[in-house]
């Protein structure tokens, strides 16, 4: 079958660095998929984006769609064949409707009932009357953020500027937004020109030409290449940032790095200060020496060649000179302040509307961490760290250094903490508390700093709940599942002993108690276990649990979260022995017929006729004993021990024990047995849950 090579570019306004290479991926996966349903071969596909362009190279793309033989499906035979054995009416209308003559039809058995059936032979399309179905494609395109232009109602990332639709030396016809498909690319803005794509092969040597490196990939690996060569020139150390160079790669067309200095002077400001500066706010790389001081230079990438390069470094230095002067004047001005009065002002920052302010957020907090340290047993003088902690956790949100950059709250409070004499530990704990910020970020390491974030973020996910602001599929502006991953996470870092079902209820009740509510108390305790048992559930997963085994653990409640993963993590150890299922399927007899007990019925041994039974009853009294208090003291292991010894009693016991008998009395005694084991079983996990294939 002949082959050709197709192009297809999308040329656009700059981009958003952070939309070009989720749109690229979105591309190249929709072609391939559209290519694949519309069974049209292709040999390789290529993906390319700049700032300025998303685009597919399809290697090898055949010239005409696969034929078929497609089979079809009529009436039951019943009703396509008469008494006489002849077609009906249906089946003649069927096989019109699929361009057969009745000779062609046939029958065959489905499920038991016989139908007629027709195959029909389908030649495949030309390929090229195809490819403009792309426009579709195009349009599809998914972005953060979209933008309508002009007249046109299409709403897309940014106005489409030119679009190449390239098979062979053949042009695919079609328009969008008044821009006609065909062959001629743009350059680079200032460097290139525009340029004819004659051959779509030529693609990446046509846009080289004029200053443009459209392979992502290959732009990353230039600056990266760049960026050692400088490292190794100056023996210097320049830590690579992977999200920074993944962004400077697609803020530009043609990268060439250069390094610029700054004013040593600006050194004494904190560490973060400086490289928040260059990293977030200008996109420099910092500098290192080998000792891992910072030194007074940056590394940037431009968007063209090494032409009038020591007039671009100029103007990077000024822009960051000005920055860092007014970060040096922040840093000198918020010096100034006392700790204690600017904590006052916390009041007069508005938190919520329907929450009141940050100052009685902080006093909120300070409440549930006392009362978080008291259920660790903590000593006084942590105690008292705690206490400090949470009362000015909060206090940088007043200075004019994180007005400017707020992603520095908690380490400038840190740090002007340092600088106000507070104790080290207190200073510690300031930062500590807004770990972990992410997801993979680390847990507070100090006890301080594991409390008060605790606090801070059940306070936040509590009062959120509370006046209706529950996160809905993507949506979650406050960020309330990462909180809470973040407290399961802190759990399981520290193994901590702390009753989450205890937590919720407690701050709950404080926010009822300042009357922050709008929801009723019981259903807000309600969403919120459930919303952590998700989070739970997630993690398990995330840690390769399967589901079954995890939707077990989780039926015994997260109370006690560390002691549900090692339970989870147990199971898994356990699944593929030989003895696991047995042992499932005995607890499982046990909780499948405790379900028919009547509630509130207690055991009477003098009631029981069999030996099964008060060998039974033996082993549920001493096994519930026994799991309670390995579970109480996380020990899973002695608790699953526990159950196993119960597989023989439980199996003697259904072979020679019948449950529901006739007399109600005997029944009765016999499902209150079932019942309170069951209660025993469920503490560990509802084994009923566990699928095997």
């Given at each position: 079958?002949?082959?050709?090579?197709?192009l297809?570019?999308?040329?656009?306004?700059e981009?958003p660095a952070?939309?070009?290479?989720?749109?690229?991926?979105?591309l190249?996966?929709?072609?391939?998929?559209f290519?694949k349903e519309?069974?049209?071969?292709f040999?390789?596909?290529?993906?390319f984006?700049?700032?300025?362009?998303?685009?597919?190279?399809?290697?090898?793309l055949?010239?005409?769609q696969a034929?078929?033989?497609?089979e079809?499906?009529?009436?039951?035979?019943?009703?396509?064949?008469d008494?006489?054995?002849?077609?009906?009416?249906?089946?003649?209308?069927?096989?019109r409707?699929?361009?057969?003559?009745?000779?062609d039809?046939?029958?065959q058995e489905?499920?038991g009932t016989e139908y007629?059936f027709?195959?029909?032979?389908?030649?495949?399309?030309?390929t090229a009357?195809?490819?403009p179905?792309?426009?579709?494609?195009?349009?599809?395109?998914?972005f953060?953020k979209n933008?309508r232009?002009?007249?046109?109602?299409?709403r897309?990332?940014r106005?489409?500027?030119?679009?190449v639709a390239?098979?062979g030396?053949?042009?695919?016809?079609?328009?969008?937004?008044?821009?006609?498909?065909?062959?001629?690319?743009?350059?680079?803005?200032?460097?290139?020109?525009n340029v004819?794509i004659d051959?779509?092969?030529?693609?990446?040597e046509?846009?080289l030409?004029?200053?443009?490196?459209?392979?992502?990939?290959?732009?990353?690996?230039a600056?990266?290449?760049q960026i050692?060569?400088i490292?190794?020139?100056?023996?210097w150390?320049?830590?690579?940032?992977?999200?920074l160079?993944?962004?400077?790669t697609?803020?530009?067309?043609?990268?060439?790095?250069?390094?610029?200095?700054?004013?040593e002077?600006?050194?004494?400001?904190?560490n973060e200060?400086?490289?928040t500066?260059?990293?977030?706010h200008q996109r420099?790389?910092p500098?290192k020496?080998?000792?891992?001081?910072l030194?007074p230079y940056?590394?940037?990438?431009?968007?063209g060649?090494?032409?009038?390069?020591?007039?671009?470094?100029?103007?990077?230095?000024?822009?960051l000179?000005?920055?860092?002067?007014?970060?040096?004047?922040f840093?000198?001005?918020?010096?100034?302040?006392?700790?204690d009065e600017?904590?006052?002002r916390?009041?007069?920052?508005?938190?919520?509307?329907?929450?009141g302010s940050?100052?009685d957020?902080v006093?909120?907090?300070k409440?549930l961490?006392?009362?978080?340290a008291?259920?660790?047993?903590?000593?006084?003088q942590?105690?008292?760290?705690?206490n400090?902690v949470?009362?000015?956790?909060?206090?940088d949100?007043?200075?004019?250094?994180?007005g400017e950059?707020?992603e520095?709250?908690?380490?400038?409070?840190e740090?002007?903490?340092e600088?106000?004499?507070?104790p080290?530990?207190?200073?510690?704990?300031?930062?500590?508390?807004y770990?972990?910020?992410?997801?993979?970020d680390q847990?507070?390491?100090?006890?301080?700093g594991?409390v008060?974030?605790?606090?801070?973020?059940l306070?936040?996910?509590a009062?959120c709940?509370?006046?209706g602001l529950?996160?809905?599929?993507?949506?979650?502006?406050?960020?309330?599942?990462?909180?809470?991953a973040g407290?399961v996470q802190?759990?399981l870092?520290h193994e901590?002993?702390?009753d989450?079902?205890?937590?919720l209820?407690e701050?709950v009740?404080?926010?009822?108690e300042?009357e922050l509510?709008?929801?009723?108390e019981s259903?807000?305790?309600?969403?919120?276990?459930e919303?952590?048992a998700l989070r739970?559930?997630?993690?398990?997963?995330?840690?390769?649990?399967?589901?079954?085994?995890?939707?077990?653990?989780?039926?015994?409640?997260?109370?006690?979260?560390?002691?549900?993963?090692?339970?989870?993590?147990?199971l898994?150890s356990?699944?593929?022995?030989?003895?696991f299922?047995e042992l499932?399927?005995g607890?499982?007899r046990?909780?499948?017929i405790?379900?028919?007990?009547?509630?509130?019925?207690a055991?009477?041994?003098d009631?029981?006729?069999?030996?099964?039974?008060r060998?039974?009853?033996e082993?549920?009294?001493?096994?519930?004993?026994?799991?309670?208090g390995a579970?109480?003291?996380?020990?899973?292991?002695?608790?699953?021990?526990?159950?196993?010894?119960?597989?023989?009693?439980i199996?003697q016991?259904?072979?020679?024990?019948?449950?529901m008998?006739?007399?109600?009395v005997?029944?009765?005694?016999?499902?209150?047995?079932?019942?309170?084991?069951a209660?025993?079983?469920?503490?560990?996990?509802n084994f009923?849950?566990?699928?095997?294939?």
């Amino acid at each position: 079958m002949s082959k050709r090579d197709f192009l297809l570019e999308i040329g656009l306004e700059e981009l958003p660095a952070r939309f070009v290479s989720d749109g690229e991926k979105q591309l190249a996966d929709k072609v391939e998929s559209f290519l694949k349903e519309q069974r049209i071969s292709f040999e390789q596909i290529s993906s390319f984006s700049t700032p300025r362009r998303l685009a597919v190279l399809v290697i090898g793309l055949a010239e005409k769609q696969a034929d078929v033989e497609e089979e079809s499906r009529g009436p039951a035979k019943k009703i396509a064949l008469d008494e006489s054995g002849n077609w009906t009416k249906a089946a003649q209308g069927f096989a019109r409707g699929q361009g057969v003559s009745v000779d062609d039809l046939y029958i065959q058995e489905v499920k038991g009932t016989e139908y007629i059936f027709a195959k029909k032979f389908v030649a495949g399309q030309e390929t090229a009357s195809l490819l403009p179905e792309l426009k579709e494609l195009i349009t599809s395109l998914h972005f953060p953020k979209n933008m309508r232009w002009h007249t046109y109602s299409l709403r897309y990332a940014r106005p489409i500027q030119w679009l190449v639709a390239l098979y062979g030396q053949e042009v695919i016809p079609f328009e969008i937004t008044g821009v006609a498909a065909g062959l001629e690319t743009a350059g680079h803005r200032f460097l290139g020109e525009n340029v004819t794509i004659d051959e779509p092969t030529l693609y990446k040597e046509k846009l080289l030409q004029q200053y443009v490196m459209a392979d992502s990939e290959e732009r990353k690996k230039a600056i990266r290449h760049q960026i050692q060569s400088i490292m190794e020139e100056k023996d210097w150390v320049i830590p690579i940032d992977e999200d920074l160079l993944d962004e400077v790669t697609n803020l530009v067309e043609y990268p060439t790095a250069l390094f610029g200095r700054f004013d040593e002077a600006f050194l004494s400001l904190p560490n973060e200060v400086l490289i928040t500066s260059m990293r977030e706010h200008q996109r420099y790389f910092p500098v290192k020496n080998q000792a891992g001081e910072l030194l007074p230079y940056f590394v940037t990438i431009r968007n063209g060649d090494h032409r009038h390069l020591e007039n671009v470094v100029k103007g990077n230095e000024k822009v960051l000179r000005a920055r860092l002067s007014d970060a040096a004047f922040f840093y000198g001005e918020d010096q100034k302040l006392n700790i204690d009065e600017a904590n006052k002002r916390l009041d007069q920052i508005v938190y919520h509307e329907e929450l009141g302010s940050i100052g009685d957020k902080v006093k909120r907090v300070k409440v549930l961490a006392a009362s978080i340290a008291e259920k660790l047993g903590v000593t006084s003088q942590t105690l008292q760290a705690i206490n400090r902690v949470a009362e000015i956790c909060k206090f940088d949100l007043v200075t004019q250094m994180v007005g400017e950059f707020p992603e520095l709250q908690g380490r400038m409070g840190e740090v002007y903490a340092e600088i106000a004499g507070e104790p080290p530990e207190v200073a510690k704990g300031i930062v500590e508390h807004y770990l972990p910020r992410f997801a993979g970020d680390q847990s507070p390491s100090s006890v301080q700093g594991t409390v008060v974030s605790l606090a801070d973020k059940l306070d936040t996910i509590a009062a959120c709940f509370g006046i209706g602001l529950i996160p809905t599929g993507s949506q979650d502006p406050y960020a309330l599942r990462r909180q809470a991953a973040g407290v399961v996470q802190i759990l399981l870092d520290h193994e901590l002993d702390l009753d989450v079902d205890e937590l919720l209820l407690e701050t709950v009740e404080q926010l009822q108690e300042k009357e922050l509510l709008t929801v009723p108390e019981s259903e807000v305790v309600k969403q919120l276990r459930e919303f952590f048992a998700l989070r739970v559930k997630t993690k398990l997963q995330d840690e390769g649990v399967r589901y079954d085994l995890t939707d077990a653990v989780l039926a015994s409640g997260i109370s006690n979260v560390p002691v549900v993963f090692k339970k989870a993590k147990l199971l898994v150890s356990k699944v593929n022995t030989p003895e696991f299922k047995e042992l499932v399927e005995g607890l499982s007899r046990v909780t499948n017929i405790a379900g028919k007990a009547e509630k509130n019925v207690a055991i009477n041994p003098d009631l029981f006729e069999k030996e099964e039974e008060r060998v039974l009853y033996e082993a549920y009294v001493q096994t519930k004993d026994l799991v309670q208090g390995a579970l109480a003291s996380g020990d899973v292991s002695a608790a699953y021990a526990a159950l196993e010894q119960t597989i023989e009693p439980i199996h003697q016991y259904f072979e020679h024990v019948m449950v529901m008998v006739d007399e109600q009395v005997i029944k009765e005694n016999r499902l209150a047995l079932m019942h309170a084991f069951a209660g025993v079983i469920g503490s560990y996990a509802n084994f009923q849950e566990i699928v095997f294939k």
